[in-house]
């Protein structure tokens, strides 16, 4: 049918795109404080999605 004709989909998303302003890059940020230890240190977030 051709009202249900669509165009493809990556030109599509680019033309969508072309639209948009332009992301700002991400905020800088200082240390303040010296790590009480230079070793380095991993955390691991844990939950559930609607938590």
Do not use: C, W
Request: proline letters at 8%.
């Amino acid at each position: 049918m051709p009202e249900n004709q669509r165009e493809e989909y990556g030109r599509h998303y680019r033309n969508l795109a072309a639209g948009q302003k332009l992301v700002s890059p991400p905020k800088k940020m200082t240390a303040q404080f010296d790590p009480i230890e230079r070793k380095r240190m991993n955390v691991v977030i844990l939950g559930n999605a609607g938590q």
